[in-house]
């Protein structure tokens, strides 16, 4: 049972959003990333993605990381985006990412949180 106002995430998120991603399923199904920790990423589309669906991801870290991560997951969650118009807000879960993309988006989500703090 988790406490009141408790963080259950593992790793923490940034909530810079990067501009590009790209999935086995073609340019455009996932075009947008709201969030990103070293355990997922949570994305926009303008289509549903039904859950458990399997996807390969690709995408660029911006500057001063300027790392490519390339990962698979599953998408666990599919919900409809605040502003409608058939746009979704999916998260996807990372099921294989090798240790250096994992400590790429550590860093980058850590170097971004002490900003924030500035």
């Known amino acids: 049972m988790r406490r009141d106002g408790e963080e259950r995430r593992r790793y923490p998120r940034s909530r810079r959003g990067l501009p ?14 709201d969030n990103i920790s070293a355990n997922g990423v949570l994305c926009h589309t303008v289509k549903p993605v039904p859950l458990m669906t399997k996807m390969r991801i690709h995408m ?4 001063p990381a300027k790392h490519r991560i390339d990962a698979e997951g599953i998408v666990v969650r599919c919900d409809p985006d605040d502003r409608g118009d058939d746009h979704f807000k999916v998260a996807i879960l990372f099921t294989r990412i090798s240790d250096e993309d994992h ?16």
Not at 60 to 63: E, I, R, V
Request: proline letters at 6%.
């Open 20 to 33: 590009m991603m790209v999935d086995e399923a073609g340019p455009g199904v996932l075009n947008h990333v």
């Open 60 to 63: 660029d870290l911006p500057k």
């Open 103 to 118: 400590e790429a988006i550590y860093q980058f989500v850590q170097r971004d949180l002490e900003e924030d703090e500035d």
